[in-house]
DNA sequence: ACCTTATAGTTCATTACTGAACTATTTTTC
DNA sequence: GAAAAATAGTTCAGTAATGAACTATAAGGT
């Protein structure tokens, strides 16, 4: 196990005081804006290490149901692999990979385009569509729950605050210097 | 490369009408909550690999860095390695394989613990020291650049909002039902 | 004091992901 | 319309993480 499911209220208490404690040695340390981050990033792989817990009771993880889900948004319920690894933010490689595992489990069929030869279309099955009901609504709770604390507005708040820090990824070059 | 640097604005307007065509063919998805979640994975995971893309170039990791920056803030500079794990979120595994490059690299020294023989106790070198301080001051422009867009209140609100998010997290019971 | 239980660190096997190299196609360019 | 460049998917080798099993030490209960 990960962190022993110690509390994420004290994890993220423990972050503060580092960030406290790194800015005492580094004072010109954006210390606010560290702890922003962290807690995103704390944030974001909790979500994810849980979801992937209970899609691995049915033989699935975190990425083959994304892959999956994609598939099931998708019209016609085809895609394909590079336009899925787009989507999903996985390398090609990757998605060759969670192809075998979905085709292996018959949740999705694989067969070469007629169009453009080079291309192989994946496309959810009726069993694929049948797993995706079943895994989903029992997940609605656990989000609702997640946000019950929280009103429309503040939903609507938090949605605008990260699209502005997403569109700020995409105009800061963290590549460059150093 | 895992999304061919697609920008990120680009992957959550997707990510929102992915969504949309979800809730079209399953009604009761909560789709606001969805999207928030799955902004906030986007989000935390675009910081820790461009991060990590940076780090390479110095040798390290993301998780290296990490534990080297609990080091950095730790009272003279030292902890044991299961303290660690919990601070940084991974298994007593993978810090024994931390451990062990830092200590390759020379940024760490090792040595048990007298109090507690079970124990070993890491600390931080001079070297390592001198990494960090020359590692994140680079770091400061990106992250308040990242933030630039952010007045004050704003970083406040957003602060607050994470934080009841994760005082939500320790309130539900991802584990149960299903 | 002794037996049980818990904790610390490691090793080992396994899972998941990536980048580079390769083959096969399609698109572009001149 | 042929050569060059780009794109799609795969294979392979390497990196990073995990959980289970193991050894050693410490703490608790009676």
Redesign the interface.
């Known amino acids: 196990?990960?962190?022993?499911d110690?509390?994420?209220?004290a994890?993220?208490e423990?972050l503060r005081e580092?960030?406290r404690?790194?800015n005492a040695?580094?004072p010109?340390?954006?210390a606010?804006?560290?702890?922003?981050?962290r807690?995103?990033?704390?944030?974001?792989?909790?979500?994810?290490t849980?979801?992937d817990?209970?899609l691995r009771?049915h033989g699935l993880n975190d990425t083959d149901f994304r892959t999956l889900?994609?598939l099931?948004?998708?019209p016609d319920g085809m895609a394909h692999p590079s336009d899925l690894?787009?989507?999903v933010?996985?390398?090609r490689t990757n998605m060759t990979r969670i192809g075998d595992v979905l085709v292996a489990r018959g949740l999705v069929t694989r067969t070469p385009s007629l169009e453009d030869r080079r291309r192989i279309v994946m496309r959810i099955t009726a069993k694929g569509e049948a797993l995706v009901?079943k895994?989903?609504?029992?997940l609605?709770?656990?989000?609702?729950?997640?946000?019950?604390?929280?009103g429309v507005r503040?939903?609507r708040?938090?949605?605008a605050?990260?699209?502005?820090?997403?569109?700020?990824?995409?105009?800061?070059d963290?590549?460059k210097?150093?």
Request: aromatic share 8%; net charge positive; proline share 6%.
């Open positions: 196990m990960t962190g022993h110690r509390p994420l209220t994890r993220v423990a580092g960030v404690r790194v040695k580094l010109d340390l954006p606010r804006e560290v702890v922003l981050m807690m995103l990033c704390l944030l974001g792989w909790e979500f994810t849980n979801l817990r209970r009771k889900m994609v099931f948004s998708s690894c787009h989507l933010t996985l390398s009901r895994l989903v609504p029992p609605y709770p656990v989000l609702t729950a997640l946000f019950a604390d929280f503040e939903k708040q938090l949605e605050l990260l699209l502005r820090l997403a569109a700020a990824f995409d105009a800061v963290f590549r210097e150093s």
